[in-house]
Every structure is written in C-alpha cells, then in structure tokens.
C-alpha cells in the first residue's frame, strides 16, 4: 500500500515531459476512513470534483495544445492520486504528440481511472472533460450558494477540530437551509503547506447551532489532513452530532500547482455540483 510518506510530496524532484502514467501516485482512502471509524459500506455518496488549469501537449505537428480538464473521481474509488503525482504525470503531456483532443482525454481518463479503481474488485467510472480554448470563455465564476456564517461575530479559541462544538435543536421544529464559509483551512498532510477553502453545507434536520459550526470550521485551521479527508470528517461530525435528516457538504480548495480539488458528499445520491471555481480559485 502508498502511503503519503512515500510520494513525492515536498521532495525535489525532475520534471518530465515525456508522457509517463507510471508518474501516478494512488493511495489507499481506507486508513484515513478507518480514523473517523468508518467501516464497511460508506454513509454517503459523492466525488472529488478536479480542475486541472495546466495542460498542453503537441499535436502531430508538433504545434502546442492548451487545455483545461475537469476530472470527477467517485467517492467509491479505492484510493485518491496524489495531487503532485497527478502535476507531474499531467506535465508529462508536454513534450508528447497526440493527434487528437479526445486521444489526450481517453489517455486520462484510462490512466487516472487505474490508478484511482486499483484494488477494486471491478472498476468503476471516472469522468474527464477536456476543455479546448474556444469554450474558455464559458468557464464560470460562482460563489456557493447559501446563507453565509462568516457574518457571525464569534470567538474561536480551537484551531485543531473540535466536533464538540456541534449542537443542534434536536426535537424543536426541522429545518432546512444552506449555510456556507469562505474561512475553512487546513494543511497538507505530508508538507504542512496550507490549503485554503471555502464550504457549503446543505441540510435538513435539527437546526444547527450556527456559531457553533462556524467554530468548528475554522477549527480545522491547524489539522494536517488530505481535501477528502478533511471533508468526510467534517461530513460524519456533522451527521453524528446534529443528526439531520438530509446532508450534503461541498468544499472548494484554491489551487496548487495548477490543481484544485473539490470534495462533495451527500447523504441522498443525485446530480452532482457544477464543478464551477470561485473568485479565490
């Protein structure tokens, strides 16, 4: 099994532009699940949602391509890739010939989708869309949606998570609502670097006590986790705490190294969020 240790993160290393799938690093969702106890069939649904901002290769002329590529990884999968792995085997396009873009998206998506379903018993779907420059422009900028807690002027203390801070009005009339944060942050797991983001959580259920989640978010300031991981704890925090009926929780990291990741997860499968950025991606 990889563990994050072993990857290339905060290592120096060369760059190569010669394309190269064995550059994918994948590593093991489980370990990280078994933490937050997690056993068995998952109590979600969902998908790591990726934008990849810097992608060329040459064509058969040896001209250079630009392309972006959104990458939708369900949550089902196995392992994750590691997102310099994932840099590194995208910068291998560079130097290499493809004749066409869908040559270049079929390369992808078979590759990621390896590396992602390695270990499954059968693979699943990994979706990649490849987005030429003429559809540039068509590439939005949105902020979530919802009611925002950031207006909420609370003291925060606690910068390692803190579910205890989670309460709702358990047995008062249900509600449901949006409520959103632009001042999630956490840390990479291996390099300490940070990772901002901003979160939605959608829910129905108990009405959630908002300073309290608002606390709460901002708790993971100092924590050392992975986009997913990160996301899957504060989804089960929430689904264990607050009990709500129905629960979806979306974050949008900004980018690095040319990478955003964005984690969904919802309680009640169906259409999954637009993989639009926001102004700080």
Known sequence: MNTPEGSSLGKTVAYPDRYDPGLLFPISRTPKREEIELFGPLPFSGADLWTSYELSWLNNRGK????????????????????????????????????????????????????????????????????????????????????????????????????ELLTASVGEQPVTETLTSNLLKSNCLVTGQPDWGSIQISYSGPQIEQGGLLQYIVSFRNHNEFHEQCVERIYMDIWRRCKPVKLSVYARYTRRGGLDINPYRTSHPGAMPPNVRNARQ
Request: charged share 30%; aromatic share 8%; proline share 10%.
């Open 64 to 163: 250079p391509q630009v392309a972006l590529a959104h990458f939708t990884i369900p949550c089902e999968s196995p392992n994750i890739v590691e997102s310099k792995s994932l840099k590194l085997y995208l910068g291998s396009f560079s130097n290499t010939r493809f004749a066409t873009p869908e040559e270049v998206r079929e390369r992808i998506r078979k590759d990621v989708g390896e590396a992602v379903w390695r270990g499954a018993p059968a693979p699943g779907v990994t979706g990649v869309r490849i987005v030429p420059p003429d559809l540039f422009d068509r590439e939005m900028v949105e902020e979530l949606d919802g009611l925002s807690l950031d207006r909420l002027d609370v003291e925060c203390t606690r910068y390692t998570p803190a579910p």
